[in-house]
Each structure stands twice: as C-alpha cells, then as structure tokens.
C-alpha cells in the first residue's frame, strides 16, 4: 500500500535584513579566498548542470513535472540501507530451516522425545521469531507464489521458495512436524498453552473453515495486487519486532491471552498455510500415532491434547442410527453442488467491495467524489495524484478494469468457499470405526505433549518402573508388550 504524502506548506526564504545585520548576524562578505572562489564557482557549475539535466527529463517524461514539496517544521529522514546477507545468508537460512524440520521429524516419529520437541520449539522461536524477526515466513511465502503464479514478470526470491516448498514436502512425508517446533508463530502459542479448555466438536469445526476462506482471500488479492494481507495482519510481527501497529498489538495480545486458554487459536482457526498442512497431513506417509498394541485406553492422551486432536474408539451403531448417517450422506452429497454454485454467484456480487481493498480503487472513488463536489476536502493521495499529471480518465479507466477482474476472482473466491463447506459437510457425514484412540492426520500438530503424559511411554524411556503407579490397579495381559518389555529390562540389568 502506497504510503499517504504529507500536507506541506511553504518554508519562508532566510535573507539578511538589517534587522539581522544589526542583530549581529554574519553575513557573506564579498572578499573570499582563491580557494573559496574556485569552489564556489564549482559549485554553481553543478547546480546549472544538474538543472539542466532535470529539464531535459522532464521534458522527455512528462508525468515528472510536478513541484517538489517543501517541508515545514519536519525533520528530515536520512536514508537507511538495509542489511543484505546475499547469497550466503540465504544459503544459511534454507540449511537451517532444513536441519529444523530433520530435528523436529526425528523427535517427533523416532525418538518420541516431548521434552527435545519442547526444547526445539524454544530454539525456532528465538531464531526464526526473534532473531530473524519472523521473516522469510512460510505462511507469509503463500502470497509470493500466488503473485508469481498469476504475474510472470514477478520473480520469488530463491529463499522464498524454499521456505514454501520444504515444510510442505516434510508434512507429506512426515506430518505436521514444522508446525510441531519449527514454526515460530506456532512455538509462541505452543509455550503458553498451559491451562486450555476443550472446544465443543461443532465450534471447532466451524471456526476451522476460517482458515481456508483466509487463505483464498489471501491468494485473490496477491494475484491483484491488492496486498498481501497475511503479512499485513500477522498478529505475531509485533511482537518479532519489538514493535508496530497498536491496533496490530492489541490483535496480537488477544490471540496471546485466548491462547492461554484455547490451544493455538491462530494456528487453528486462521493460519492460511496451516490450512495446507491440515490437507497435506492426510495422506502423510508417516505421522505422530498411538501405537494399539500397547495402548491402554487410560484417556490420558485424549485429557491432555489441548486441540482436540484425538479420537477415542467408537461404539458399534444401531441400524437406525447408520440409516440415518446415509440420509445425511446423501444430502450433503447433493447439497454439496448446490452450496458451490450459490456461493461462486454470491462472490460475483461482491465484486465491488473486494475491488475496494485496492489502494488505486479507493482512490479513484475518493477522486469521483471530490470531482462531482460530494468531498469537500482533498485527502493527501488525491493530492499526490494530481501533482503526477495523470488523467483523472486513466484512472478511471483502470479501476473499471479493476473491477471486472474482481468479478471473476471474486466469483473464484465463492467458489473456493462452497468447495470448502461442501467437503466439510461431507466430512461429518461420513462415520469411521475406531477400535483404539488415534490421532486425527489434519488436526494433529505433532507436539507431543500425548507422550509425555502417556504411562506406555513413561515405562519406555525409564521414568517409571509400573504403570499402576500412574493407573492403581492396572495389571498387563502376559501377552501384553509391556510385560515382554519388563523382560528385557529385567534380563538387560
């Protein structure tokens, strides 16, 4: 977004009047040195020529021929160049966002380690969060795709990519291990998730849907180039940064304090990228699971899980009961048709107040109104316009054309939006046997917290000789693998 130019007004010229002279004020003397001479002719030789070079410009390119703003009691800024790491800073990043999703791969499937998980997600917070203040962000990479997907001329930076690309290949292969302890946005909500509460199964799943909208919304207007509202509205960059919007700060704390209480809400309920993940994870090759030959039905996973994200076994149904779940199957199914066509005319409808968000759209309407005398008072862009000399027609013009692209984008959009309710109903349509607890592949973020307060797991690593001393009165089958385990254990001492 264009930021707004400021309102100037004119700076009196400083001449020595004798009310100066008498003040005691120097002024120049006519005898100067030979030295002083030379550069002061210099010096008024560059002057003509940088004239007459801007001249010469200005005549070739019209839209240049505006007067240059004069400032009044403004300071002004100096010019600051940004630190550049080049080619070996981003060789660096890519090499340790990779060694991360390795690390938070091994703890998560192999070594089953919550307290490394736990000690990985304070280590990406600090140096992805803090240190690198959130960016490049993989979240915030979903827009730089979608502008090169849409835009050719638009070229993604090579960091860019990988840091799309990586946890999304990690996730198919592995789960959601990058949002386990990679993910700095995740890892902050991930430390002060201490004392959650359970969402009811229906809000859960509803306030789920938010993220996919999010991010067709995200991708409409990066294909635009409207802006790119992840970036914009991150609720964490503040924080990153040490600074920033208030009202970014206030959204930021409140996702702070409710995640004290609900676990991840952002991650959950509107993180565009964590949306892919979500769909990516369900057909992961390997994932975070409960292993049915030593579960022991305790429910202690399904008690701690602050996302809701694992499903007890299910109960044997009665005939009415899955006559019924056909009906609704059927139903969604033949609603599912009906939900995308009301909603891809719906975004047509809309198409004006999408095309709102585009900085040249809001500004040809406040142009309209100052020209058909409904504005009384000019806005700093509207000013700024007209100093460039470009017809009001052009721009009008443009956001006509602006418009009829939102149409067809905004009828995408709606479409994408009835595509994502329609799965959803279809989804909870459909009724899965469970013979032991499991964790859900999309819901799951692979965070670990299920081993460490699992008995199995606690016997496994040694931090507990019986699980009676979790579970009183719990006595293992001798076919069990935990009876072999003690075996082992006992012949291994």
């Given at each position: 977004m264009a930021r707004p130019c400021l309102r100037t007004r004119s700076i009196p010229r400083r001449t020595d009047t004798p009310a100066r002279k008498r003040a005691g004020v120097p002024v120049l003397r006519g005898l100067q040195t030979q030295a002083s001479s030379r550069l002061f002719r210099a010096s008024l030789l560059s002057i003509f020529l940088v004239a007459l070079a801007g001249s010469v410009?200005?005549?070739?390119?019209?839209?240049?021929?505006?007067?240059?703003?004069?400032?009044?009691?403004?300071?002004?800024?100096?010019?600051?160049?940004?630190?550049?790491?080049?080619?070996?800073?981003?060789?660096?990043?890519?090499?340790?966002?990779?060694?991360?999703?390795?690390?938070?791969?091994?703890?998560?499937?192999?070594?089953?380690?919550?307290?490394?998980?736990?000690?990985?997600?304070?280590?990406?917070?600090?140096?992805?969060?803090?240190?690198?203040?959130?960016?490049?962000?993989?979240?915030?990479?979903?827009?730089?795709?979608?502008?090169?997907?849409?835009?050719?001329?638009?070229v993604v930076p090579l960091t860019v990519v990988a840091f799309f690309i990586l946890p999304l290949v990690f996730t198919l292969f592995f789960g959601r291990t990058f949002c386990a302890s990679v993910c700095p946005l995740g890892a902050m909500q991930e430390l002060i998730a201490v004392r959650t509460v359970a969402v009811p199964r229906w809000?859960?799943?509803?306030?789920?849907?938010?993220?996919?909208?999010?991010?067709?919304?995200?991708?409409?207007?990066?294909?635009?180039?409207?802006?790119?509202?992840?970036?914009?509205?991150?609720?964490?960059?503040?924080?990153?940064?040490?600074?920033?919007?208030?009202?970014?700060?206030?959204?930021?704390?409140?996702?702070?304090?409710?995640?004290?209480?609900?676990?991840?809400?952002?991650?959950?309920?509107?993180?565009?990228?964590?949306?892919?993940?979500?769909?990516?994870?369900?057909?992961?090759?390997?994932?975070?699971?409960?292993?049915?030959?030593?579960?022991?039905?305790?429910?202690?996973?399904?008690?701690?899980?602050?996302?809701?994200?694992?499903?007890?076994?299910?109960?044997?149904?009665?005939?009415?009961?899955?006559?019924?779940?056909?009906?609704?199957?059927?139903?969604?199914?033949?609603a599912a048709p009906v939900v995308i066509a009301l909603f891809a005319g719906l975004g047509t409808i809309i198409a004006v107040p999408l095309a709102q968000w585009h900085p040249e759209s809001r500004l040809a309407e406040q142009v309209r109104l100052e020209e058909t005398g409904v504005a009384e008072n000019t806005t700093d862009a509207s000013d700024a316009f007209r100093g460039t000399g470009r017809s009001v027609d052009d721009l009008y013009a443009a956001a006509i054309e602006r418009r009829s692209r939102f149409v067809r984008f905004g009828g995408l959009l709606g479409a994408w939006t009835g595509i994502v309710i329609g799965i959803k109903l279809v989804h909870l349509s459909l009724r899965r046997r469970r013979d032991d607890y499991q964790a859900d592949r999309a819901g799951c973020v692979s965070c670990g917290r299920c081993y460490w307060y699992c008995p199995v797991e606690k016997v496994r690593l040694g931090l507990i000789e019986d699980i009676s001393e979790v579970v009183p009165g719990y006595e293992p089958a001798p076919s069990s693998p935990l009876v072999q385990l003690s075996e082992v254990r006992e012949k291994m001492e």
């Open positions: 410009i200005a005549d070739e390119v019209p839209e240049l021929k505006f007067p240059v703003p004069e400032f009044s009691d403004h300071p002004i800024p100096t010019a600051s160049v940004p630190n550049v790491d080049g080619e070996v800073g981003t060789f660096w990043d890519i090499a340790i966002l990779l060694v991360a999703l390795s690390l938070a791969s091994y703890f998560t499937l192999v070594s089953r380690s919550r307290r490394n998980v736990l000690l990985l997600t304070i280590a990406s917070l600090i140096w992805f969060g803090f240190w690198r203040q959130g960016c490049v962000c993989p979240i915030g990479a979903t827009q730089n795709i979608a502008l090169a997907i849409f835009d050719p001329s638009y809000l859960d799943h509803s306030l789920g849907l938010v993220a996919y909208l999010y991010l067709g919304a995200a991708v409409i207007f990066a294909a635009t180039r409207t802006g790119f509202i992840i970036c914009r509205y991150d609720p964490f960059i503040p924080f990153f940064r040490l600074g920033g919007n208030t009202d970014m700060l206030i959204f930021g704390s409140s996702i702070l304090v409710l995640g004290l209480f609900v676990g991840r809400p952002y991650c959950r309920y509107l993180c565009p990228y964590g949306a892919m993940l979500r769909v990516l994870s369900c057909f992961s090759k390997w994932r975070l699971s409960i292993p049915p030959d030593t579960c022991i039905n305790c429910q202690l996973c399904e008690d701690v899980c602050p996302y809701g994200a694992i499903h007890p076994p299910t109960v044997m149904q009665s005939t009415g009961k899955r006559k019924k779940g056909k009906r609704q199957l059927g139903i969604a199914l033949l």
